[in-house]
């Protein structure tokens, strides 16, 4: 018995709930009598939304296909051999099912050293080996066909990546040492570095194979067939691959180097896997690759040992899973259908919810607002973003005739709610302008009609008090930009009804965003706990710490962007706004910063100026702020605004504007872009010591988001 199969053996009893791979060799004589080869099938026996993946007894199937192929191959049996996928899908990795459970580091030493192992088999045949990347691959998905000697890719694949940087981990079966060796250190710095900390990006078919990661590219259609018969033609020689000759110089030092400063400034060092992936890049220079492969064996090692990949296997769930299955959602089947909205309202914020709810229900969209102008700018901008859809080629005439067909606005509401079932309200940020819109809306609409209001921080019990049927409003609260953040936050009222609320997540379901119930309480989630950490922040400013110094203390936290930079992208005027509101509900934990309402009153749109391409302070806002004399450390500050965050996060639990800490976590990473590698916010808080040293105890269990005890 191999010592790879012990330690694959020794893995899957660590695993008993894999789903399992199969490795299903079959025979076929190649075209062009070419001879007969041996086709490796990954097959785990359920349809494509159920993507194959490597633990360590899908490991073992694949070695024990290796064994009768590698035979065949000495023998001189065969002429190659091939890997392949089932349809639509080639392989999408390591199972993170069966990372969470690993305790111990020699336990995660032998799942890097298996897929090693086996993966490696397939360079060491004595026929040339092939990979046909029939559809999506990942990790080491394409790991193990980076291992073969020729490679091919479907046109249609839709998602291929490395992603492992993104949750915490390397590209640890072969892909840090072995990407750079076949398209150069630029190219892979690219695939494994920048794609992955850009939200995990994915490359497409013709993407792959003009990055010399395929040799070849076939439509979806025929692609095995036609893989097949390039294959003959490569095993004839009548075809040649040719393969750029890699600078090895000062090219590959450029490219790590880049690949540094990316990593700076997505995670500010905060995060070790990108380092760590760089560090095996960097050393894969030289081209051996057995070193390569053993660094990769480590750095796997201590990574899955280590809290931040723990956290991004924890914030890959969360929306994964629990985004998809929200907590405290009423039965769907109490949510009743929606044939037409309605939108109050035609600024900007409107107008992308009117395109939202267009493009994704299909149906009529009507926008109101106070004046004519305004109603046919709002109608414009929807038309307008139609067409740029359609010149990108996102849809095609027919369907941007039809959706521009669908929306309509006009001033009397009368005449466009008459028949909505769902009504959603973007106006002013202001209770009495909210009260009498749903007062006006209320006498107009049928009376099965949903009322929904996008505020962002104002009582939606309070906005409903006057109406006949307060049970039908729902806070329906977006995040901006609306296209691009995921998080709905929907708000039950105190007389909300369960039909109403089912219908609310019935629609978040439509409009494909992730939504969480919280509670009627100020601001909710995620503005009460950016506003507690941005008010921390604007205190120690005001008490007299540099702004410099109070924006460079939360880097290492790795956020998408400063504090401040922050605050302008929301407009200081919102933030103000909503400081203001939770000031008036808990006066002793939010503070009105004067300095931001200076900066306010003198309409300026946030605290930088960019002449020189970095944000640097605005003189006239220099001006403008009133400091103290207490100047405190980046640590000081640091430790201020963290446990200001945890308090807040403690008290929100207490009084159930959740059900979960899972549900603070869910909203920071889907509604304010928080990285994947801190788990959002409550595993970093964890495991930084902040949660028991302000709350006598830690938000999440062990092993949740953490090693298993």
Not at 8 to 31: I, M, Q, W, Y
Not at 129 to 138: C, R
Not at 296 to 309: N, R, T
Not at 528 to 557: H, S, W, Y
Request: charged share 25%; net charge negative.
């Amino acid at each position: 018995m191999s010592t790879t199969a012990e330690l694959l053996k020794g893995a899957a009893e660590l695993f008993p709930d894999e789903v399992v791979t199969s490795a299903h060799v079959r025979h076929l004589d190649l075209p062009f009598g070419a001879g007969r080869f041996a086709l490796i099938t990954l097959d785990n026996g359920f349809d494509h939304t159920k993507p194959t993946t490597f633990g360590p007894a899908s490991l073992a199937n694949l070695n024990t296909a290796i064994d009768q192929v590698e035979k065949e191959a000495a023998d001189g049996e065969i002429v190659g051999a091939g890997i392949t996928g089932k349809p639509f899908i080639f392989a999408v990795g390591a199972d993170l099912k069966g990372v969470e459970l690993l305790k111990r580091h020699e336990d995660a030493l032998a799942i890097g050293k298996g897929g090693h192992e086996v993966f490696k088999r397939l360079a060491g045949l004595a026929v040339p080996t092939f990979a046909y990347y029939n559809g999506a691959a990942m990790g080491g998905g394409v790991e193990v066909g980076l291992h073969c000697s020729y490679r091919t890719v479907s046109q249609a694949i839709p998602a291929f990546s490395l992603p492992e940087v993104f949750l915490g981990l390397v590209p640890g079966w072969g892909g840090c040492a072995l990407l750079p060796n076949l398209i150069g250190a630029e190219k892979a710095v690219s695939v494994i570095i920048e794609n992955s900390l850009n939200q995990n990006k994915q490359l497409k078919g013709k993407q792959v194979f003009d990055l010399g990661i395929a040799d070849a590219i076939f439509e979806g259609a025929d692609f095995l067939e036609q893989s097949l018969i390039w294959t003959a033609n490569v095993l004839k020689g009548d075809v040649k691959v040719e393969r750029p000759v890699i600078d090895r110089g000062e090219a590959w030092d450029q490219a790590v180097a880049k690949g540094r400063f990316i990593a700076d400034g997505k995670v500010h060092g905060a995060a070790p896997a990108a380092y760590r992936a760089l560090d095996i890049i960097a050393a894969a220079k030289d081209g051996d690759l057995q070193a390569g492969f053993d660094a990769e064996d480590q750095a796997l090692a201590d990574l899955i040992m280590g809290g931040e990949l723990r956290s991004g296997i924890y914030a890959f769930n969360l929306v994964q899973k629990r985004g998809k299955r929200p907590a405290g959602a009423p039965d769907k089947n109490l949510a009743r259908p929606v044939t037409k909205v309605g939108v109050v309202g035609a600024g900007l914020m409107a107008s992308q919810l009117a395109l939202l709810f267009l493009r994704r229900l299909e149906v009529p969209v009507v926008l109101t607002d106070i004046d004519q102008e305004r109603v046919d700018k709002g109608v414009g901008y929807v038309h307008a973003e139609i067409d740029k859809l359609l010149g990108k080629g996102r849809i095609n005439q027919d369907k941007a005739n039809r959706l521009k067909a669908l929306v309509t606005g006009v001033l009397d509401k009368a005449e466009g709610f008459s028949d909505a079932d769902f009504i959603i309200e973007a106006v002013f940020e202001e209770i009495g302008v909210k009260q009498q819109v749903f007062a006006e809306v209320e006498a107009v609409a049928p009376a099965h009609a949903i009322l929904a209001t996008n505020t962002s921080s104002l009582s939606v019990t309070e906005m409903a008090s006057k109406l006949r049927h307060p049970e039908r409003v729902v806070g329906f609260h977006f995040f901006n930009p609306v296209a691009i953040l995921p998080l709905l936050e929907i708000v039950r009222g105190e007389k909300t009804d369960d039909a109403s609320l089912a219908t609310a997540f019935a629609v978040a379901k439509k409009l494909k965003k992730t939504a969480v119930l919280t509670k009627d309480a100020p601001a909710f989630v995620v503005n009460r706990i950016l506003t507690r950490f941005m008010g921390e922040i604007q205190n120690v400013i005001d008490e007299g710490t540099p702004v410099e110094v109070a924006e460079k203390a939360i880097e290492p936290l790795g956020l998408p962007m400063s504090p401040l930079v922050l605050l302008e992208l929301v407009g200081p005027a919102i933030g103000l706004h909503v400081s203001e509101t939770l000031n008036r509900a808990f006066p002793d934990r939010f503070t009105v910063s004067p300095n931001l309402a200076a900066v306010v009153k003198a309409g300026k749109r946030g605290f930088y100026v960019y002449d020189s391409g970095k944000p640097e302070l605005d003189p006239e806002v220099a001006a403008l702020l009133k400091q103290g004399d207490s100047v405190l450390t980046e640590e000081q500050v640091r430790d201020r605004v963290l446990d200001a965050v945890a308090q807040e996060i403690g008290l929100m639990l207490d009084e159930g504007v959740v059900a979960e800490a899972q549900d603070i976590d869910l909203c920071l990473i889907t509604g304010a872009g928080w990285p994947f590698h801190l788990g959002g916010i409550t595993p970093y808080l964890d495991r930084e010591g902040v949660s028991e040293r302000v709350n006598g105890k830690k938000f999440l269990d062990p092993g949740v988001a953490s090693v298993p005890a």
